[in-house]
């Protein structure tokens, strides 16, 4: 499911004076990034979605997979950005994984760039996300799951 309003969003924001777009870091995307944290920072009762003690984030992100689940969107969003093809979007997920630098990340640059390579190679890559940085216990079944693509940057 693919969403227009999006698509104009991203528009809007890629013209933004926040737009990283043109730096030399070609995966790279603050906007993305930011939003990122949002979805699991959010509580579901801020947006008017019904919110129990076991579903009460947006999305349940474990801890330590944050700032993972943020470049891993970050990344991902540019390769869908740059190519509409999937043997494109396999070729700069490798090229992610090549070049990719994640400040005071440690290991954790090479768990990105495998994320963001099995993300492209999936049928929806927002789902792998989500499912490799889930906190521990979480159904990927769940109703935001299967509405995953409304996460489609």
């Known amino acids: 499911m693919h969403h227009a309003w ?22 790279a995307d603050f906007v993305v990034h930011e939003a990122a944290h ?15 003690q076991r579903r009460e984030w947006l999305i349940e992100i474990a801890f330590p997979k944050r700032e993972t689940f943020a470049y891993s969107c970050e990344a991902y969003s540019r390769i869908l950005e740059r190519s509409p093809r999937a043997p ?16 005071d990340s440690g290991e954790g640059t090479a768990e990105v760039a495998d994320i963001v390579r099995e993300a492209v190679s999936a049928g929806n890559g927002w789902t792998v996300i989500r499912r490799r940085c889930a906190a521990e216990g979480q159904s990927t079944s769940t109703a935001l799951s299967r509405s995953a693509t409304f996460v489609a940057i």
């Open 88 to 103: 494109e979007r396999q070729q700069l997920a490798a090229e992610f994984g090549r070049s990719a630098t994640i400040p």
């Open 38 to 52: 949002i979805f699991h920072n959010c509580k579901r009762g801020t947006l008017g979605l019904a919110q129990t």
């Open 6 to 27: 999006w698509d104009s969003a991203r528009r809007r924001l890629a013209t933004s004076p926040l737009s990283i777009s043109e730096t030399p870091f070609p995966f």
